[in-house]
């Protein structure tokens, strides 16, 4: 039998989620081989390479947002996954009190320590290895060492200011002013270099310090101190949510909407409304369409019309399927390869390199799966 032959436009219909007034339809994928009689749909390297894109609309330091068109949702939400819980992150894990006398528990303070971003050198922190913990069949572990294990200090003392008399007769009452230390924030973390890790860790710029130098730790007054040594290791989200490179990493369908049949006058500009600002737009009817036989816009030459300006701000609230006015005149949908990604890094890495640390983890568990396959079926 002869391969069917299918529309351009059938094709396209096909990769909508449709989304109405209380259903959402269409939500499972099709393009898989014998869904379709007498259609070719085995997967293709060659196509896939002509198919897939990415496309960037937001690139910070600190948070990004790109798309990816032409995947499936399984592996959208392997990229997902493994930036929340399986890229590697360094963060304190123990914390050894030698001395608190501040308000704050001990637990607690560490419980803060340990929440603490961290960043240096990219080139050392990759080169750091994870640190294995004892168990009954390991009991040493990897044991500490300069390759898996960052020492930091925080030794702190509140004390009087030089000048607390003056201030004090001036009636100041910011104990910022009045004491040294009155606040402890996680600049006072204090690096400590071991071993090969000078190589890396060397300079104010490479060393190990937090992402955020004023997250405030605990407040002290005069006579109290905190000192205490802090042991880092790399860690993944999956073990812990302080080793999560992430604050966020979320994605969402891109939103289709099709305007059916002509929306003029008050109803557009109500049709406007019912959507995040910039994506209908107001247009005026041209000569041509008015003149134009079954376009529905004969006679309202120069009348405003509504128009789909960006499909990328929408939300789909549904809010402009609740009026009866604009029924069977507007459809809503999803495109159901087309995912858009938001990624916001706590500061370790960079967003942009998140992502492409994702796409190698993934590219090892698919290695690894291929080795033990081969293994299985030797």
């Known amino acids: 039998m002869a391969p069917a032959r299918v529309s351009q436009t059938e094709l396209d219909a096909r990769k909508i989620v449709g989304v109405n007034a209380e259903t959402v339809t269409n939500v499972s994928s099709t393009d898989i081989p014998g869904h379709y009689p007498g259609e070719d749909h085995e997967w293709d390297l060659e196509d896939f390479r002509n198919t897939f894109k990415v496309k960037f609309?937001?690139?910070?330091?600190?948070?990004c947002a790109f798309s990816l068109i032409g995947i499936d949702a399984s592996i959208a939400n392997a990229f997902r996954r493994i930036l929340i819980a399986e890229i590697p992150t360094l963060a304190i894990e123990?914390?050894?009190v030698h001395n608190n006398t501040s308000i704050v528990q001990d637990e607690v303070l560490s419980h803060r320590l340990g929440l603490i971003p961290?960043?240096?050198n990219p080139?050392?922190?990759?080169?750091l290895q994870q640190y294995r913990k004892p168990t009954d069949e390991d009991p040493v572990g990897s044991g500490v060492q300069d390759v898996n294990t960052v020492v930091m200090k925080l030794k702190v003392e509140c004390t009087k200011a030089d000048n607390y008399d003056e201030l004090n007769k001036k009636r100041e009452d910011d104990p910022r002013l009045l004491?040294?230390?009155?606040?402890?924030?996680a600049k006072d973390l204090e690096f400590v270099v071991s071993g090969r890790q000078d190589t890396f860790f060397s300079g104010e710029a490479n060393q190990i310090k937090p992402v955020h130098p004023d997250i405030l730790l605990a407040k002290m007054r005069p006579g109290q101190c905190i000192d205490m040594e802090m042991h880092c290791i790399k860690g993944i989200g999956a073990d812990h949510a302080k080793f999560s490179p992430v604050a966020t990493a979320s994605y969402r369908l891109l939103p289709t909407i099709s305007i059916t049949k002509p929306i003029l006058g008050n109803e557009a500009k109500k049709f406007a409304r019912c959507f995040p600002k910039g994506v209908i737009g107001l247009e005026e009817v041209s000569r041509s369409e008015a003149k134009q036989k079954g376009s529905g816009y004969e006679g309202h030459e120069g009348e405003k019309k509504a128009v789909v300006k960006n499909t990328f701000k929408?939300?789909?609230s549904r809010e402009c399927l609740r009026h009866p006015e604009f029924e069977g005149k507007v459809k809503l949908g999803r495109v159901r390869d087309h995912f858009i990604f938001m990624v916001e890094s706590t500061g370790q890495y960079q967003s942009d390199e998140l992502f492409l640390e994702s796409v190698s983890i993934l590219k090892e568990k698919c290695a690894s799966m291929k080795r033990g396959l081969a293994e299985y079926t030797r």
């Open 57 to 63: 609309h937001k690139h910070q330091p600190f948070d």
């Open 94 to 96: 123990y914390v050894f």
């Open 118 to 120: 961290l960043t240096g």
């Open 123 to 127: 080139a050392g922190l990759r080169w």
């Open 179 to 185: 004491y040294k230390h009155a606040h402890v924030y």
């Open 314 to 316: 929408d939300t789909v």
